[in-house]
């Protein structure tokens, strides 16, 4: 079996719970798992062979010792363009699919910090994990997964539609997204960021001259300041909102939804300091 570092960021004040000593006896018994594993190994070996399009410098997350091994759980429109921008930062990525095989361009585009695999590789290695699936899907992988992401940081970017989810939607929305998505993660430290962005924000996060604004909330306060520096990392300008109860002042339809809205504007629309 692939023998996994103790990796343990260095700018934590308390390390994230490695992960295996959580998950990774139950994980091994799993053969699909094992499976994953010698995947994501090969993977690994084979994307060190190929050309290398990022920069060989190290990126900003590696120069200041906070580089993370992120999963994307879907490797979409969001995902896929988060994913990016994350390992152009010195973060390694996981984008995982139900079909990893597909994902091939996006990990060569992103290579040497990423790889492909399933959703559980993306959460069991992760250190920190994006939810970039459609809302309706994260019940089920809460279901599936979430004992791969007990303690782990948990970014929530969804923005569920009635069209779309049907009327459970309305019962999500009422009690914000942030508080009904951590009904199905019990244990991850979630934090709800991002969701007000349209894609194309990443490729252009400037509006009139001022840099984006992205509102975030969680619980955690560390687990909220590792997201805040993805955000920088993002190019955008992270916006601490508060506990996650919060995070129903940004989803969709509030004032400062795909609105492009600065930091200054965020923290005056919900009457931050
Ligand atoms: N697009 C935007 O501008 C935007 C902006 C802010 C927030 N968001 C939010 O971001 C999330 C992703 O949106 P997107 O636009 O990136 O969607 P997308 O382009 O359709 O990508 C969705 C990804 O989820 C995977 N997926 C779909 N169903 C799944 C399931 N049941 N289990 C596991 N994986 C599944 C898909 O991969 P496979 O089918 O290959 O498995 C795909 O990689 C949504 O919650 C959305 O509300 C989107």
Known sequence: MLAIPAYVPRNLSSPIQPIWE??????????????????????????????????????????????????????????????????????????????????????????????????DAAAFLGD?????????????????FAHLMQGKVVIDISNPRVDREGPITNEWLEMGTGLAMAQYLPGARLVKAFNTLGARMFQNPMRNGVRIGVPIAGDDEEARNIVADLVRDAGLEPVIVGPLARAKEFDRGSPIWVTGASAQQIRETLSLP
């Not at 499976?35 to 062979?49: E, G, H, K, Q």
């Not at 050309?51 to 997350?61: D, I, K, N, V, Y």
């Open 22 to 119: 959580t998950s990774m006896k139950t994980a091994a018994e799993n053969p699909r798992f094992r499976l994953l594993m010698i995947v994501f190994a090969v993977s690994t070996m084979a994307l060190a062979l190929v050309s290398t399009p990022l920069s060989a410098q190290a990126g900003q997350a590696e120069r200041e010792g906070r580089a993370l091994t992120i999963g994307l759980i879907g490797a979409g429109t969001m995902g896929g363009a988060m994913g990016l921008l994350f390992a152009e930062a010195g973060h390694q990525v996981i984008f995982s699919s139900r079909n990893p095989d597909e994902l091939m361009e996006l990990v060569q585009s992103a290579a040497p910090r990423a790889s492909a695999g399933y959703a």
């Open 128 to 144: 920190v994990i994006v939810l970039a699936v459609p809302p309706v899907a994260i019940p089920q992988i809460g279901e599936d």
